[in-house]
């Protein structure tokens, strides 16, 4: 009767298992805990030494704000043009040429110009501006923006949307 109860009882204490060494408890958690920092400390290390990593220029690629719209010829007397994609109009009077900005002053939209009325308007908001892009209705707080505009070596005009003039300054071709 002994022996029955001794193959009865539990035997894994001396079996070792079938996919895995006997462990305790506290070594599994142990092993875990090595295995949980370990990971951590290579996921750093990729961070740090990998691909766009440590060594990766933190740089910002971003059009340069000084850029040509061709020559004077190219706009015609008494005129607005848009340039959507460099977000300006260029606008001729005679001789003079100005450079202003498309975004509303009140939150950002783009105004459109209308040549029945010589004005812009915010289609958004219904801010309007006069053709020298003054303000005179909708919620817009103040003017459109002028940038500075100038002739390269070449006769070609150049605009730079870095710095912004005020609103009487035109440039004489």
Known sequence: METNEKTK???SDTEQGIWFPKLSRRSFLTL???GLFFATIGA????FFGYKGFFYPKV???????FT?????????NSVTTLKTKKIFVVRDGNSF??????CQHLGCAVEFSKEKNIYECPCHGSKYYRNGVNFAGPAPRP???YDMFLDDNGKLVVDTSKIVPLETELIV
């Open 44 to 47: 750093y290390l990729v961070q």
């Open 69 to 77: 719209v061709g020559t004077p010829n190219d706009f015609p007397v």
């Open 9 to 11: 009882g539990n035997t």
């Open 98 to 103: 100005k450079a202003i900005s498309v975004v």
């Open 32 to 34: 875990a805990g090595w």
């Open 144 to 146: 459109l923006y002028h």
């Open 60 to 66: 910002l690629y971003e059009p340069s704000p000084k």
